[in-house]
């Protein structure tokens, strides 16, 4: 056989790759099948599945050298996937941050897929590029930041908040001698990802201040600017406050024009993660004892960078999260970079490259699962979803205290936390842990705990845009009868 032989046997073998129009056609419909057959079954099936085997058919390599029809392979999906775990797109899933997964996301996925447009750089995707970039405008307009400010899509919150901090850290001259004598300022409730980020941007050995936080778990900015000052005397480098707009575990919004004034004072990095939070600056709600939800996120535009999560205030399924830096020439200082081989590449257009903004060079390109359902929804139901959580969040704090249970602050955003005390005196944090099993057990709804201060709280999460007084209604039922034994 000779060379050009060769080439168009192996080719006849895989063109499997491109599969027919009819062969698509087969594909799509069974696939869209099992879409549909999903959405419409979501309100019957459950938010949490207990299994003792969970996903067993997949432990296995099973990729044969030739394919399996798409039914029977869809059929493999299925029951690996829907009989365990929560399901996440059930507006019963009331645990940790949900957020459902919009369905105008889906269909943009399916394009950015089928097309393949590459989301890097501007030369080779000017289109996918601006849109990305458009997005990050409107992020950045929503927070209050100036034409200077950009950003980038991540893939959520984790990286969001590590971009920004090697940024600042970058910004700040703080080189690898000066990270035992630098300074970041946290509380107890930031993120986990938030420390991980610390500890991935090089910053393990910096000294990391936990501030006081007042009754409600919100940063206390008097002693921040007390910690400031006595570290800076001491010869100390306080670089970097990171503040939360919306906790996890309670959902409280620190003070951040008071931090900002701190910041602004000793020429410190401000960053809010806002990952949870941030897009209730969408939400016009009023507070019973006054003032609103937009006045909490007051001071905001003054910080330096905000991470913000589309695949949790937005609903968008995972793989989205952003961070916004207002100086984007300081982002692009810590992550540009070039290669040889891209020298074609001219950097003369006006828009900035995802790649010189993150550590990613061929990323997803993320901006159309966001660009399609802000057009084909627009803006108002999202508004609408949003005020709906902080109610119905409100709702249920109102309802569960008129069944015995003891709860936190009253909620900031769509999270809160309560708890049960047995009257009979016995356990309190035994009792609440058990009863997160019964509401696991039931399944309808799910819902996830936490401590503070030792002390266990069940955490009401309400982000799903699927979430309605129907699904509150099942949790404060699973809990009344749940907690009828604790007297
Ligand atoms: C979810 C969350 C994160 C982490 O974001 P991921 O998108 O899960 O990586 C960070 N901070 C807060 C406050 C969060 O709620």
Redesign the pocket.
């Known amino acids: 056989m000779n060379i050009r032989e060769k080439i168009e046997e192996l080719g006849k073998t895989a063109a499997a790759l491109e599969p027919s129009a009819p062969l698509r056609s087969e594909w799509e419909k069974e696939t869209l099948q099992y879409a549909h057959t999903f959405l419409e079954s979501l309100r019957k099936t459950k938010a949490f599945h207990l299994n003792d085997e969970p996903a067993k058919g997949l432990r296995h390599p099973d990729f044969g050298e030739e394919g399996k029809p798409v039914a029977q392979v869809l059929r493999l999906l299925y029951d690996n996937l829907h009989n365990c775990g929560i399901n996440p797109a059930s507006g019963g899933h009331l645990g940790y941050?949900p957020g459902g997964g919009v369905y105008a996301s889906a269909l943009g996925d399916y394009l950015t897929a089928v097309t393949n447009q590459y989301a890097g750089i501007f030369f080779a995707g000017p289109g996918a590029v601006r849109m990305e970039n458009q997005l990050l405008r409107w992020m950045c307009d929503l927070v209050g930041y100036p034409a200077t400010a950009l950003g980038n899509l991540a893939s959520?919150?984790?990286?969001a908040?590590l971009i920004a901090f090697v940024t600042a850290r970058d910004s700040k001259g703080i080189k690898a001698a000066m990270i035992p004598k630098s300074v970041i300022y946290l509380t107890g409730q930031v993120?986990h990802?938030v420390h991980k980020a610390i500890r991935i941007g090089g910053m393990a050995e910096a000294l990391v201040r936990e501030v006081p936080m007042d009754a409600r778990y919100r940063m206390d900015a008097g002693a921040l600017a007390e910690m400031v000052e006595a570290d800076k005397k001491a010869g100390l480098y306080p670089f970097l406050v990171v503040a939360?707009a919306?906790?996890?575990d309670t959902g409280a919004v620190d003070p951040l024009d008071r931090i900002a004034d701190i910041c602004e004072a000793n020429n410190l990095w401000f960053h809010v993660?806002g990952?949870?939070g941030g897009f209730f600056l969408l939400a016009d709600v009023d507070y019973p004892g006054g003032g609103s939800v937009k006045d909490v996120f007051k001071g905001i535009e003054r910080s330096d960078s905000v991470?913000i999560?589309p695949?949790?205030g937005l609903f968008l399924p995972y793989g989205v999260?952003a961070v916004l830096v207002k100086d984007v020439e300081a982002q692009m200082a810590t992550h540009f970079y070039r290669a040889n081989y891209m020298q074609d590449a001219n950097d003369t257009a006006d828009e900035y490259n995802p790649a010189d903004l993150s550590p990613e060079l061929t990323k997803h390109w993320r901006g159309l699962r966001m660009w399609l359902p802000l057009q084909l929804y627009g803006i108002k139901p999202f508004k609408a979803a949003l005020e709906q959580k902080i109610w119905l969040c409100r709702h249920f704090y109102e309802e569960v205290q008129k069944l015995g249970f003891e709860v936190g602050p009253y909620p900031e955003l769509s999270v809160c936390i309560y708890r049960y005390v047995p009257k009979d005196g016995s356990d309190a944090n035994a009792f609440n842990l058990d009863l997160v099993k019964k509401v696991q057990e039931d399944g309808r709804v799910f819902i996830s705990s936490t401590t503070i201060d030792g002390v266990v709280w069940l955490r009401l999460a309400v982000l799903c845009f699927r979430t309605d007084l129907r699904e509150i209604d099942i949790l404060l039922e699973v809990l009344s009868s749940g907690s009828s034994s604790g007297g």
């Not at 959520?156 to 990286?159: A, D, E, Q, R, T």
């Open positions: 941050i959520g919150g984790s990286i908040n993120h990802c939360s919306g906790t996890t993660d990952a949870y991470a999560d695949h949790k999260g």
